[in-house]
C-alpha cells in the first residue's frame, strides 16, 4: 500500500473532522474593554463575530470630584472600603499618583477595612500593596452589602467605588443601617464616539444577521437598549432578543438591564469571559435539533446547516427558506408560504428556482421533496433532539 493510499485510510478510520460549536453562527460584541480578547475566544469557537462597543468609558482622572473625595478620605480615613472592580480601583490610584496624593490615599486605606466585590478588584487591591480584609465567592455586590450588614454598620463611615454608574440600592441600604456613605466616581459610561458601527449592529441584530449578543457589563446592556430607542428599533431589538436571539450575559448583574425588558438572558456559572463563552457554545447550538432527512443528518445553525457534520453556508434567502422547510420538519410547504422568504418582488417561479439552488447548496437534491401540486418538504426519516 502506497502513502497516499495510507493517508486516505487513515483519514476514513477517523472519520469526518470535528466541527468548531459555533461554526455557521454569527455572534455580536458589545464590549467596549476586552472586545479583541472575547472576539478572539469566540472565533476560536467557529463564530463569525460582528464587534461593536454599547458604550464608551470616561475616566475621571482630572475630575475636581474624585480629587476631592480622595483628599476627603485621606483627612477622614473610612472605616470600610469596598472596590467593585479591578480598573476602577487601579483608575483611582493612578489618579492620586497624578495629582501626586497617591501615599496619602495608600496611607489612609491602610487604616480601612478593605472589601473587594471580585477577583480583579481583589487584585488591584493586592497590585497597590494592600490587603483585603473578604471577597465574596458570587462577585456579587448583593453578598457584599450582606456582608456588612450583618455584621453592623451603624455609625461607620463606607467608601464605595463606582463602577460607571450610581447604586442607589446598595448606598441606600447602607444608609439605612446607619452608615455614612462616601461615593467614589472613579469612571463613568457614555455612548460610543462613533454610533455608526453600533446602529449597524442593532439592525443585524434586528433583521435576523445574528444568532447571539454578547454582554460584559449592565452598562453595555443598557446602553444598547438606549442607542436602539435613539433611533427607533427599540421594540423590533427587544423582539428579537426575546425569540430569536439569544442574550447572552457574563453574569446576572449584567442581564438586569435586559431581564427588566423581559428579555430571555443565560450567564455561566462564574463571570468570566472565557466561562462565557464556553456557556455560548453549548447553549446555542443546542437551540437546534437535529433532523434525520433522507438518510442525513441535518441541523441548521445561524447562516448554514450542518450535513453530516459537514457545513454548507448559505444566503441569507436560502438560509430563510431552510428555516421555514425546518419548522415544520416532514411537513408540506405550499408555493404562497415559501414565497414570503424570496422578498417582495419575487413571484411563483422563484420558488422553484430558490429551491433548486438549495439544493445545490445541501449537496444531495433528496433533502426536499417536491410534493406534486401541493409545495415542497424536508424527506424527513425521523426527528429528534440531541
Known amino acids: 500500500m502506497n502513502a497516499a493510499s495510507t493517508t486516505t485510510s487513515a483519514a476514513r478510520a477517523a472519520g469526518p473532522p470535528t466541527i468548531a460549536p459555533l461554526a455557521g453562527f454569527t455572534v455580536a460584541v458589545t464590549a467596549a474593554r476586552r472586545a479583541d480578547e472575547l472576539s478572539a475566544l469566540l472565533r476560536r469557537k467557529g463564530a463569525q463575530v460582528i464587534a461593536a462597543p454599547a458604550l464608551r468609558i470616561?475616566?475621571?482622572s482630572d475630575d475636581q470630584r474624585l480629587a476631592a473625595v480622595s483628599e476627603e478620605?485621606?483627612?477622614?480615613?473610612?472605616?470600610?472600603?469596598?472596590a467593585t472592580t479591578g480598573i476602577g480601583f487601579r483608575g483611582w490610584v493612578e489618579a492620586c499618583e497624578t495629582w501626586g496624593t497617591v501615599e496619602g490615599l495608600l496611607g489612609s486605606?491602610?487604616?480601612?477595612?478593605?472589601?473587594?466585590?471580585?477577583?480583579?478588584a481583589k487584585g488591584a487591591i493586592r497590585a497597590a500593596g494592600l490587603t483585603e480584609e473578604w471577597s465574596p465567592p458570587s462577585e456579587s455586590s448583593a453578598e457584599v452589602l450582606d456582608y456588612l450588614l450583618e455584621r453592623g454598620v451603624q455609625g461607620l463611615r463606607v467608601a464605595i467605588q463606582l463602577h460607571g454608574e450610581p447604586l442607589p440600592d446598595f448606598t441606600a441600604a447602607l444608609r439605612l443601617a446607619g452608615a455614612e456613605v462616601?461615593?467614589?466616581?472613579?469612571?463613568?459610561?457614555t455612548q460610543p464616539e462613533q454610533t455608526a458601527p453600533l446602529d449597524r449592529l442593532i439592525e443585524a441584530i434586528v433583521g435576523g444577521g445574528v444568532d447571539a449578543v454578547t454582554f460584559t457589563s449592565a452598562p453595555a446592556a443598557a446602553g444598547l437598549l438606549l442607542r436602539a430607542r435613539t433611533i427607533g428599533h427599540a421594540d423590533a431589538l427587544v423582539q428579537a432578543l426575546r425569540r430569536d436571539v439569544l442574550a447572552m450575559c457574563v453574569g446576572p448583574v449584567t442581564a438586569r438591564p435586559l431581564m427588566a425588558h423581559d428579555v430571555p438572558t443565560v450567564w455561566p456559572e462564574r463571570a468570566r469571559i472565557g466561562?462565557?463563552?464556553?456557556?455560548?457554545?453549548e447553549e446555542l447550538p443546542a437551540r437546534f435539533p437535529t433532523l434525520s432527512v433522507a438518510g442525513h443528518r441535518?441541523?441548521?445553525?445561524?447562516?448554514?446547516?450542518?450535513?453530516?457534520?459537514?457545513?454548507?453556508?448559505?444566503s441569507p434567502t436560502l438560509m430563510r427558506l431552510m428555516r421555514a422547510l425546518a419548522r415544520r420538519p416532514g411537513q408540506v410547504m405550499d408555493r404562497t408560504r415559501l414565497l414570503t422568504c424570496l422578498g417582495e418582488d419575487a413571484d411563483a417561479h422563484a420558488v422553484e428556482t430558490a429551491v433548486a439552488r438549495l439544493r445545490t447548496a445541501l449537496g444531495d437534491a433528496k433533502i426536499i421533496q417536491t410534493v406534486v401540486k401541493r409545495g415542497y418538504r424536508l424527506a424527513l426519516d425521523t426527528f429528534e433532539c440531541e
Open 73 to 82: 478620605l485621606v483627612r477622614r480615613p473610612a472605616d470600610v472600603v469596598i
Open 182 to 189: 462616601v461615593e467614589i466616581p472613579v469612571y463613568r459610561w
Open 58 to 60: 470616561v475616566p475621571l
Open 275 to 281: 466561562s462565557q463563552v464556553r456557556t455560548l457554545a
Open 109 to 120: 486605606l491602610r487604616t480601612s477595612r478593605l472589601l473587594a466585590r471580585g477577583p480583579k
Open 298 to 314: 441535518l441541523r441548521l445553525r445561524g447562516h448554514a446547516v450542518l450535513v453530516d457534520g459537514t457545513v454548507h453556508t448559505l
